[in-house]
């Protein structure tokens, strides 16, 4: 999801910036480095993985003026790569797309909040969940953290966009979603569905 920086109150904004640095620096710092420069594989899969997030999210709709929606595919990156390292290739994948569809980059920090940190985090703690089930079975983690976190992903970026929009001060179209609730499926399970499909493979 990306809104148009023009429809965000300033405050929305900056306190989205300060979050961002918040997080985005530590994981700069502490993700694991030298295990990507020690085996080149990993460096391929994070080059990939930032083509195959920018790809995917240029497959969007405007919903409205200002406002895009596109797949996530965050689920799928977090899995391969790790939390801190899904952070840092989706803000690089967040610049790439708001540069793609000629949109201020002011509104980066906001967008890689509700497309990136949400659905990564989502995920990440549904894998601690499911590492904690008696089964240990791969088909359950592949179900579970591939398909289910897809869409537990989007169903947090809903929440996360909905919150956004009415902090906005765009209730009209928070309240068109909400009337048209029955939606979210039709973004939740094509998410779910590429995901574990991605994973699988």
Known sequence: MF???????PFLLWSSTALAAVI???????AHWSAVRSVPLRQHLLFASLLFLVVLWLLSVRMFEGLWLHFLGITAVTLLLGWRFTVLVG????CAYALIIQQPLTGVP??????????????????????KRPQNNLFIYLLG??????????????????LVLALADQMDRVQAVLANWPMITLIAFPEGFMNGMVLSV
């Open 145 to 162: 953290a591939g398909f289910g976190g897809g869409i537990l992903s989007a169903i947090g970026l809903c929440v996360t966009g909905l």
């Open 110 to 131: 906001l967008a890689w909040l509700v497309s990136v940190l949400v659905p990564a985090t989502l995920s990440r703690l549904l894998v601690y969940w499911l590492r």
């Open 91 to 94: 803000a690089l994948a967040s």
């Open 24 to 30: 985005l620096l530590p994981s700069l710092r502490y």
């Open 3 to 9: 809104l148009d920086p023009q429809l965000i109150p």
